[in-house]
């Protein structure tokens, strides 16, 4: 298991910018792929990104495709989420999880979770 902690949320501009980032711990790091996944109210959990293991390959969900981008630096043990263009509809609760393999979406293939910071967008 990791250990994950998200940091970065709070209130943007609609068309402004924010940096999440998020910390781990525990078993290495560099073992798991990454991804971001969001929770708005009453709706369910929403596939934002995901990176493989060494950062050389990333994938994006529809909503966010050219406007977010996941990094990851594994000499600190953090993965990044930088989300420009925003919008109100990008307001929610971002997740970061871990997964074994590279290339899923579905949050049930991802074993551990951060517990989520805030993001809200204002028009």
């Known amino acids: 298991q990791v250990q994950l902690v998200e940091s970065g949320g709070g209130l943007a501009q609609a068309g402004g910018s924010r940096r999440l980032s998020c910390a781990a711990s525990?078993?290495?790091?560099?073992?798991?792929?990454m991804g971001w996944f969001r929770q708005a109210p009453g709706k369910e959990r929403e596939f934002v990104a995901t990176?493989?293991?060494?950062?050389?390959?990333?994938y994006y969900g529809d909503s966010v495709k050219g406007r977010f981008t996941i990094s990851r630096d594994n000499a600190k043990n953090t993965v990044y989420l930088q989300m420009n263009s925003l919008k109100p509809e990008d307001t929610a609760v971002y997740y970061c999880?871990?997964?074994?393999?590279?290339?899923?979406?579905?949050?049930?293939?991802?074993?551990?979770w951060g517990q989520g910071t805030q993001v809200t967008v204002s028009s």
């Open positions: 990176i493989n293991r060494s950062g050389g390959s990333t």
């Open positions: 525990g078993r290495s790091f560099s073992s798991y792929a």
């Open positions: 999880a871990a997964s074994a393999r590279y290339g899923y979406t579905r949050p049930a293939d991802f074993g551990s």
